[in-house]
């Protein structure tokens, strides 16, 4: 049976720090890493030789990314400005550099993410921290395969399978504390939330689904209304309920992408554990978040309902550079104001963007020449993700039904 996180809905993110925590609040970065896609079969063009990774601590602590697309300098500086422009000794190409907290090449395992780029997140998460780890860039870059993962291949399974089975194994073997684990599942199609989880009705297309909205109250807590949390014991019923949601998905086949997710998705596990000698309580959330892919539509000449589909999720991608942007800015003492409200997506994801959380974000690369363009972008964006600064505050209280039963 669903559980709903009460009558106003699922606190997504919060401007202040919980009362009774712990700790101070831990302050990092956005963790940021490079993931380049293996060529498609019959690729006309792959770069075989336009990247190489740089390990030089000399020059740079970061794992360097350079790219070298076959376009003369000229047409390079007319398409990106202001990216970093530099000529390789003895090469008479552009190229561009950037770094990385780990660069992940087209030969490197799932579990190899997973270890990488999520075990610290979800190991924080089980100690009572928010936690985010998002997949960013264009449309069939592997975005969904690193969140979700193939269907082909046990081994081939993605970042949330293995994050559940990785929660579930912790919360068995630790007998300190008792856990109690739920999921959600919330896709924004055409700035529209809808559950994804939900079996009440027999839906036969997305809009049947209930539909979510989103509610701030005085705190500058966004509340998401009408998403249930159904709870799972172990990680076999999490991962149905997974596949429950990944069903009900909208993708569609586009010029660019033979199954295009059509929007932006969120798995969300509430992670609530209680110590068997303490008074405590720790409530936690881990945001796992499969954006949909930007598109230039000049180039895929989509119509229709893919062409309103792409003008959504691009504008919503543009909100999400604004309230990056937006961030550094503030950084800097040059702004006061973060857009949050422009979209749902900014919205839900305000602590995972500059706030209560530890975040983490997986850029996502194609490396064939007619794509190259939109891998530097993607690059360049992940470049101002990795200076946004979050404070992580452990969500931890007291018990008051715990304390009064020892005072008796």
Same mark, same amino acid.
């Given at each position: 049976?669903?559980?709903?996180?009460?009558?106003?809905?699922?606190?997504?993110?919060?401007?202040?720090?919980?009362?009774?925590?712990?700790?101070?609040?831990?302050?990092?970065?956005?963790?940021?890493?490079?993931?380049?896609?293996?060529?498609?079969?019959?690729?006309?063009?792959?770069?075989?030789?336009?990247?190489?990774?740089?390990?030089?601590?000399? !020059?740079?602590? +970061? @794992?360097?990314?350079? #790219?070298?697309?076959?376009?003369?300098?000229?047409?390079?500086? %007319?398409? $990106?400005?202001?990216?970093?422009?530099?000529?390789?000794?003895?090469?008479?190409?552009?190229?561009?550099?950037?770094?990385?907290?780990?660069?992940?090449?087209?030969?490197?395992?799932?579990?190899?993410?997973?270890?990488?780029?999520?075990?610290?997140?979800?190991?924080?998460?089980?100690?009572?921290?928010?936690?985010?780890?998002?997949?960013?860039?264009?449309?069939?870059?592997?975005?969904?395969?690193?969140?979700?993962?193939?269907?082909?291949?046990?081994?081939?399974?993605?970042?949330?399978?293995?994050?559940?089975?990785?929660?579930?194994?912790?919360?068995?073997?630790?007998?300190?504390?008792?856990?109690?684990?739920?999921?959600?599942?919330?896709?924004?199609?055409?700035?529209?939330?809808?559950?994804?989880?939900?079996?009440?009705?027999?839906?036969?297309? !997305?809009?049947? +689904? @209930?539909?979510?909205? #989103?509610?701030?109250?005085?705190?500058?807590?966004?509340?998401? %209304?009408? $998403?249930?949390?159904?709870?799972?014991?172990?990680?076999?019923?999490?991962?149905?309920?997974?596949?429950?949601?990944?069903?009900?998905?909208?993708?569609?086949?586009?010029?660019?992408?033979?199954?295009?997710?059509?929007?932006?998705?969120?798995?969300?596990?509430?992670?609530?554990?209680?110590?068997?000698?303490?008074?405590?309580?720790?409530?936690?959330?881990?945001?796992?978040?499969?954006?949909?892919?930007?598109?230039?539509?000049?180039?895929?000449?989509?119509?229709?309902?893919?062409?309103?589909?792409?003008?959504?999720?691009?504008?919503?991608?543009?909100?999400?550079?604004?309230?990056?942007?937006?961030?550094?800015?503030?950084?800097?003492?040059?702004?006061?104001?973060?857009?949050?409200?422009?979209?749902?997506?900014?919205?839900?994801?305000?602590?995972? !963007?500059?706030?209560?959380?530890?975040?983490?974000?997986?850029?996502?690369?194609?490396?064939?020449?007619?794509?190259?363009?939109?891998?530097?972008?993607?690059?360049?964006?992940?470049?101002?993700?990795?200076?946004?600064?979050?404070?992580?505050?452990?969500?931890?209280?007291?018990?008051?039904?715990?304390?009064?039963?020892?005072?008796?």
């Amino acid at each position: 049976m669903a559980e709903d996180d009460g009558s106003d809905g699922a606190a997504a993110s919060s401007g202040h720090a919980p009362p009774g925590n712990a700790l101070p609040g831990q302050s990092s970065t956005i963790q940021v890493f490079a993931r380049i896609r293996p060529p498609r079969r019959g690729a006309s063009s792959y770069l075989k030789n336009r990247y190489e990774i740089e390990h030089d601590a000399s !020059l740079s602590p +970061l @794992p360097q990314l350079i #790219l070298r697309p076959s376009w003369s300098q000229d047409a390079l500086s %007319r398409k $990106l400005k202001d990216a970093q422009i530099e000529r390789l000794s003895g090469n008479k190409e552009a190229s561009y550099r950037f770094g990385f907290r780990g660069i992940l090449e087209p030969d490197v395992t799932q579990d190899h993410v997973f270890d990488t780029v999520a075990r610290g997140v979800v190991d924080s998460v089980l100690e009572g921290f928010n936690g985010a780890i998002f997949a960013y860039g264009q449309t069939g870059s592997g975005k969904t395969f690193t969140i979700t993962g193939g269907a082909q291949r046990y081994a081939d399974r993605g970042l949330i399978p293995r994050v559940l089975q990785h929660i579930f194994k912790h919360a068995a073997n630790d007998i300190s504390r008792h856990y109690e684990i739920s999921v959600s599942y919330l896709e924004i199609y055409n700035e529209c939330g809808y559950d994804l989880l939900d079996q009440s009705r027999d839906a036969k297309k !997305l809009e049947d +689904l @209930p539909k979510v909205s #989103l509610q701030e109250d005085a705190d500058e807590v966004v509340h998401v %209304r009408n $998403l249930a949390a159904y709870p799972a014991s172990n990680e076999e019923q999490a991962l149905n309920l997974l596949f429950v949601g990944d069903t009900n998905r909208i993708i569609a086949e586009t010029p660019s992408n033979p199954a295009s997710s059509r929007s932006h998705c969120l798995f969300i596990i509430n992670i609530e554990s209680k110590g068997q000698t303490t008074d405590t309580i720790r409530r936690s959330r881990l945001h796992l978040v499969d954006l949909a892919g930007s598109e230039r539509v000049s180039r895929t000449h989509i119509r229709g309902n893919l062409l309103k589909e792409a003008k959504y999720i691009n504008l919503s991608l543009h909100y999400l550079e604004q309230v990056i942007l937006a961030l550094y800015e503030k950084s800097q003492g040059r702004r006061v104001h973060v857009p949050y409200r422009n979209s749902m997506m900014t919205s839900v994801l305000r602590d995972s !963007l500059g706030g209560n959380c530890k975040t983490t974000m997986v850029a996502t690369l194609a490396m064939e020449d007619e794509l190259v363009d939109e891998s530097i972008s993607t690059c360049r964006f992940a470049q101002r993700v990795a200076l946004i600064n979050n404070v992580a505050i452990r969500n931890e209280e007291l018990d008051p039904r715990l304390v009064i039963q020892r005072l008796k």
